[in-house]
Structures are given as C-alpha cells and as structure tokens.
C-alpha cells in the first residue's frame, strides 16, 4: 500500500494506547484520511510545511520572549503539524463527563464558601480544606452572579493503556492555552488546504463569542453596554499573546492593573476621557496578586480595593477569587465523591489514584513503590517539582523523600499512568509521542459548553511523559470529528 | 480609550517616524560620502539621532562603523534597532487596538532589522541596499496604517505623535546643517551641500519645481520651515498635530482640551506669521529653539492631560 507509506513505517510504543494505530496493526479509521493526504506528500513537502507553520507563528508574533544576557530572544511554542483526531463517540463521553465533574466543582465551590455541608456530613475532611493555601476566607459568604465561580475550566485528560480517559487535574483558576486551540487550528488550514472539510472536522471559533456572551450576562449594572476588560499582568507574562488575542477577539479592553482605580467600592479605567466604571473583569492576574489590601501587599499587577468592589457586587470577577481549593491536588482525590454527594450520579470520567501523603499509612505503602509513582506537589504546576518514579535515581528518591516528611500534607502521589501516544512528524517520519488533551469549558448562566476541540499537549522528547511547554512540550491541533 | 493606550500608539508612531527620519538621513549621507566633493562628516548625522553618545563621537568617518552604530548597534539608545525594539513593545500592549495587518507588519520589520544576514550585508554589501529595504518596511507600515485602521481617537494620537516627531526632526535638522555655516562659511554658496540637506528630507524635487535660482540657503529655509505643501516641513507638522487633535475633542475633559487648543494654536501662529525675513531678524538659532520648546511643551502637556503622568 504505496500511499500510506508513512503509516507502514510507524512504530508504535509497547502497551501504549495509540491515537491512530489499532490493536489489530490497522490504522484505525477515524485518521485514515490525513494518513492518506499526507502520503500523498514527500518528505520534502511535509518540511516545508513545517517550515511554514514557524514563519506563520513568528511572523503574528505567537512568540515568547527567553531573556538571555541581557538580550530578548524570541521562540515559539513548538508545534507538530499532524493533527490529533477525537471521535464524535469520544468527544460525547468526554463533554458528558466534563460537564458532570464541572457542575459539581462548581456546587463545591458555592458550598465551601457558605454552609460548608460538605465538611459537615463527612465527605471531605475539614482540616484538608482549611490546610489549603488557596482557601480564601475572603470569600466567605460573598455572593458571586447566578453561583458561578468557574466560568472558565481546561480540566486536563489522559488515556490509559485501554483507551480509558483519567482526569490528571481541574484547572479552575486561569487556565491558559485556549489562544492555541484557536492559532493551531488557523495554522492547519494553511497547511493542509481542504482537508478541513474533508474528514468534517468541528469548527472551534465560536469560543470568543461565548466567552464574550457569558461575560456580558454577569454585569451587575444592567445597561446596554456594559464595560468589559481582561485584566493581565503585561507584557512581560508569558501568557500575554494568549491575553491580546483573546481582547481583540472579543473587542474588549485590555488592561492593566495600572490602569485601573477603585473609588467608592467602584472599579474604573483611566481614559483619554476621564474615569469609565468598568463592571466585568476577566482577569489573567493570580488570586495572590489581585488586590495588595487584601493579599500579598507587595503586589504591582493588581488593583487596591477591588476585592472591596467585589464584595459589594459592583464589579463580576472571572474567574471567581479562590478557586484554587477546589482544584488542589489534594482535594481532588474527593471529587468522585463530591459528584455522588451534589448530583447523586456515578462519575463519568475517572481520578487517577491518588496517595495523600498527609495519611501515614498511604504515605507507607506510597515510600514501598516509589519508582512506580509520580509525586507531585499539591499547590506546584508546570510540571516543576515533580518525581517521576520509573526514571529518577535512588539518590534523587531519598532527596525526595526528605523533602516530603518535612511538610506531607504538600504532597500526593499517584501511580506512574503511562499516557496515550500520537503520531508525529520528525525528521520524515511520523514517530509515536505522548499526549494529553485540555478541552476548555465554558460556565454561563445558560449552562455549561464546550467547544469541541481543546488543546492537546505532547511530550515531543522521545519516551517523555511530560507534555508541559517549560519541560520541552509541543502542542498539535486537536480535531474532534462530526458525528 | 485608556490613557496608557493613548501613549502606546503616540509613541509606537514616534519610533517609526523617527526610524523613517534616520534611514533617509543615513541613506543620503552614505551616498554624498562616496563623492565627497566638500569636506565630507558623519558628525551631525550622529548629533541629530544620537546625541552625545560617547561612542558615537570615536567613530569619525568610518562609514561603515556608523552605520553598524546607528542602524544595529545594541549600546546606542537611538539605533534603529532599539527604537524599532521599543516601538514593537509599544505596540504588543495595545494589539488589540491596532490591526492584525499591521502587527504583522510591526514584526516583520523587527525580524528584518534583528537577522544576521542585515548586519553582513551592513558590512559587506552596498549600504545603500539594506537602507533601502529597511524604509520600505515602513512605507508598508505607513500604508497598513492608511488602509487597515480604523478612523477614531487612536489613529488621532498616533498622527498626533508622528507629526511632533516629524517637526522636531526637521527643527533638529535644520538647526544642525545652519549651525555648521558658522564653522565654515563656505557651505553657504555649496550647492551640494543644500542639496543632501533637501534630499536627506524628500524635497529636492519639490524644492526644483519651487525656485528656479539654484540652492539658495534662504529657499531651502523657507520650504523645510514655511511651505505649507511640503509634507516634511515645520508648518505642515503643526497643521497637522492641530488637525488631528481637534478630533479629540469630547465634552468630558473640555479643560484639558482648552489648554492643549491654545498650546497649540499658539505654535501654529507663531510660524504661520512668520516669513524668512521676520526670522532672520529675531535670529534663526534663536527662533528654532523657541519652536523646539513649544514643540516639547505640547508634547509634555499631553503627557499630563491625556496620558495620565502627571
């Protein structure tokens, strides 16, 4: 089979679940049209290709700047071009799933900072929470718009050996990445012309407008323009052409916290014009950093007294303030539970099993394998701090370890989940690597949508199980199929 | 529109205008010194767009070390490099409120002046070349701008700044090419001389079809100061600063706008009434350096009014 030659050269990983390689040796059907249309390519032609996809991210300016001896250096996020491809089949499981696990996140969220039933009956231990350094007692019983604290989600997946999807983690505070989702997918139709359409791929630019409707509805004032701006920390963020894409999208401001002021609980921009009360912020600026009154007093990114305007209900806040406890690491272990005890339902989408090393005995049994563990730390994200059991030395476990029994409640455990695999494209030839998938998620007073697509991270070190962009990740097009 | 957005565009368009300003002057001075008919100097070219650098000072008339110096050197503040660096930050904190179009344009002239390939053929190659291709990058930058954005109050201050760029330029340049008249009196009657001055600016063919004498210091005055139709002149910078700022007009901040309005009708005046005669008898060192406060006057004034630094 001459045109698929690229395919029949593939070799995939050992008891890895493949994206594109079926258990019988057959390519499995929902990639066989790109196999094909790629075959149809030379080696020299999918390089140039590539070479496009970089000109096209450096010349928009998709860039991030490494500061080296003084001196900016400009790099893009790498990017494979060989889509990652999601059945309608997979695509509904995982939207059912997302939606249940999210509406429960969310119940969590209104519970923990009201009456706190949770703790009451028993499911969730109480010193867990109040151990959390994400848990604002600021927020206590402050009412936010129609109970909706996580307006925007990217709960990270990933597949088992069998194919199984696991949560790995809730990203419920601001959860980056989404402006890929959109440039990877701008990026594609220029690569692959008509190929689109073809394998009749779900479209993912309605997520502006969504995310644009749902800020509108939770202006407090109610008047036919309401002031929206997306709050970021500058142009140094590493973040901030996600932040500028998002503005220009949507036609909403972008600001900075020097641009804004609060004055009698009110929150306003400064303008050419004078003072313009701004009543929705979506802001790309941490909890910690939002407002110097109230959290860290050091902080030149935020905005004194806002946390006053919030309390008062004279300025929406997106996401709402202290999010962070209900996507710690070690509460997550409790949110199969929190789904039985809010919704009365089975989890949809699995945990993957979680060691709290606060617990002695789990902790024991967690020290007894540890080269079959990943360890994380509960409040760490970036894939920093990090113990991958199966590859470090005994030297690094004993260090590990260590640090662990100087503070166990900062740390869990989990076992070593080996990651599905998609093809890629390296020097000619598609090669497996792993992946994870981010679909982002959207909570309106309308209810909850998930545009169908998301960022999907890989891991493009051959045998690395890491797909974080500071740890040497890419990131590829996620396409999820029309049913 | 925010203040800090207001600035941003107001000193995105002052970089490219000053880079516009530099690359002509560069071009036109490389050119005379490859017929060094008078004393050939880099000197006032280093003066105007490099001020006293210290470095810029030792460079003397190697050519090719100035312009390694003006165009990519990383010390000097005001090399084309570090004003496009600057204007490419200015215009990454306010992309969404200038044209995809154009933030790619911005990009492509901040990766044609950072590729290693620019400073060989700096060195190397003809000169005359690379400026070329550089000030291409912003005629497609000034061309973006005329077809992709949008009419309103950004474009206002942009204008606003490119033209109090412009104007303090030609006042720069002016004051330095008649300053040298005193050290060497001959210039006077140097026809060439005159001539780069007027190309460096983009008027010897306005300045031929205008006076039909040959180069008279006097018309070449008169038109880098007075002609209303030459686009690089003092009075049509200020028509245009005053042009432009009248659309910002907004019953909100009516004071602020008073103040700015007389500011810059004031200016707008004093040239206006003015003729190469009433100049020459206050003294043109004298009236340039009156120009040149106003100019920063107003430039401080909408700093205080409308960028929110006080």
Same mark, same amino acid.
């Given at each position: 089979m001459q045109e698929l030659a690229y395919f029949d050269r593939y070799a995939p990983i050992g008891g890895v679940w493949d994206e594109m390689y079926g258990a019988d040796s057959n390519i499995r059907d929902h990639y066989r049209k790109v196999i094909e249309y790629i075959s149809r390519e030379s080696a020299d032609d999918l390089n140039r290709k590539e070479e496009l996809a970089k000109r096209l991210f450096m010349s928009q300016g998709i860039t991030f700047t490494v500061y080296n001896s003084g001196e900016g250096i400009e790099k893009i996020f790498p990017f494979d071009i060989i889509p990652r491809i999601i059945t309608a089949a997979e695509w509904a499981f995982v939207e059912k799933g997302i939606k249940q696990r999210l509406t429960a996140l969310n119940l969590f969220l209104k519970d923990i900072y009201h009456n706190q039933f949770i703790i009451k009956d028993g499911i969730v231990p109480i010193d867990i929470i109040y151990s959390c350094p994400h848990f604002l007692r600021e927020m206590y019983q402050l009412q936010v718009p129609y109970d909706i604290y996580v307006h925007i989600s990217g709960i990270d997946l990933i597949r088992d050996h069998d194919g199984t999807f696991y949560v790995l983690e809730d990203n419920l505070r601001t959860p980056s990445g989404v402006s890929y989702m959109l440039e990877n997918r701008e990026i594609t139709k220029r690569l692959f012309p008509d190929l689109l359409p073809q394998c009749g791929v779900r479209s993912v630019t309605e997520y502006p407008s969504i995310l644009y409707k749902n800020l509108m509805a939770l202006s407090p004032r109610q008047i036919a323009h309401p002031t929206i701006v997306l709050l970021s *920390? !500058?142009?140094?963020?590493?973040a901030y052409f996600e932040h500028t894409t998002l503005a220009r999208l949507m036609g909403v401001e972008l600001v900075e916290g020097r641009d804004l002021v609060v004055n009698n609980h009110k929150v306003y921009m400064k303008t050419t014009v004078g003072l313009q009360q701004v009543d929705v912020i979506y802001r790309r600026v941490d909890d910690e950093y939002l407002d110097p009154l109230v959290?860290? *007093? @050091? @902080?030149?990114l935020g905005v004194a007294g806002i946390m006053g305007a919030y309390r008062k209900g004279n300025v929406a806040i997106v996401n709402a303030i202290g999010n962070g406890v209900a996507d710690d690491k070690a509460i997550y272990t409790y949110v199969p539970e929190m789904i039985k005890y809010y919704l009365n339902e089975e989890p949809i989408l699995k945990n993957v099993p979680t060691y709290q090393l606060g617990n002695h005995d789990e902790r024991e049994h967690v020290f007894k394998s540890l080269h079959k563990m990943v360890v994380k730390r509960t409040n760490g994200s970036g894939g920093y701090g990090m113990l991958m059991g199966h590859a470090a030395s005994e030297e690094e476990i004993d260090d590990y370890k260590k640090e662990i029994i100087?503070? *166990?409640?900062s740390f869990i455990a989990q076992p070593t989940i080996s990651l599905s695999a998609a093809p890629c494209y390296m020097q000619g030839e598609l090669q497996p690597r792993r992946i994870d998938l981010r679909p982002y998620a959207l909570y309106g007073p309308d209810g909850i949508q998930i545009v169908p697509g998301g960022l999907t991270r890989v891991?493009?070190?051959? !045998? @690395?199980l890491v797909v974080n962009s500071s740890q040497g990740g890419g990131s590829k097009d996620t396409w999820v199929l029309a049913p | 529109m925010l203040s800090r957005v207001a600035a941003s565009l107001y000193w995105l368009s002052r970089y490219i205008e000053r880079s516009d300003g530099m690359l002509r002057m560069l071009k036109i001075n490389y050119a005379s010194s490859q017929d060094?008919?008078?004393?050939?100097?880099w000197e006032p070219v280093i003066r105007i767009f490099a001020g006293n650098d210290e470095e810029g000072g030792t460079l003397g008339n190697d050519s090719r070390a100035v312009l390694r110096y003006m165009v990519i050197g990383k010390n000097n503040t005001n090399s084309i490099l570090n004003i496009i660096t600057l204007a490419r930050e200015n215009a990454r904190s306010v992309q969404e409120h200038i044209t995809k179009d154009l933030w790619q344009c911005l990009n492509e002239y901040y990766h044609t002046v950072k590729d290693p390939k620019l400073e060989r053929a700096l060195q190397r190659e003809d000169p005359i070349s690379v400026l070329d291709v550089l000030i291409k990058q912003v005629m497609l930058y000034y061309g973006t701008v005329e077809i992709t954005m949008e009419r309103g109050e950004g474009r206002s201050f942009m204008n606003i700044g490119k033209y109090l760029e412009r104007a303090i330029q030609s006042v720069d340049i002016l004051d330095t090419k008649f300053g040298s008249i005193n050290e060497n009196p001959d210039r006077l009657t140097d026809t060439t001389y005159w001539k780069h001055l007027l190309l460096s600016l983009g008027g010897y063919e306005l300045y031929l079809k205008t006076y039909r004498e040959g180069f008279e210091a006097e018309n070449v005055l008169e038109q880098v100061v007075l002609n209303n139709d030459f686009p690089r002149s003092v009075i049509y910078s200020v028509n245009n600063i005053q042009r432009y700022f009248e659309r910002l007009k907004n019953d909100t901040n009516l004071e602020d706008f008073r103040e700015m309005t007389f500011k810059i009708g004031r200016l707008q005046s004093r040239i206006k009434y003015s003729s190469v005669k009433t100049i020459h008898q206050e003294g043109l060192p004298e009236f340039l350096t009156q120009i040149r406060s106003e100019l920063y006057g107003i430039a401080n004034a909408l700093n205080e009014h409308y960028f929110a630094n006080s």
């Open positions: *920390p !500058g142009i140094y963020n590493s959290f860290n *007093p @050091s @902080s030149m100087k503070e *166990p409640r891991a493009l070190k051959e !045998g @690395s | 060094a008919l008078y004393e050939f100097t």
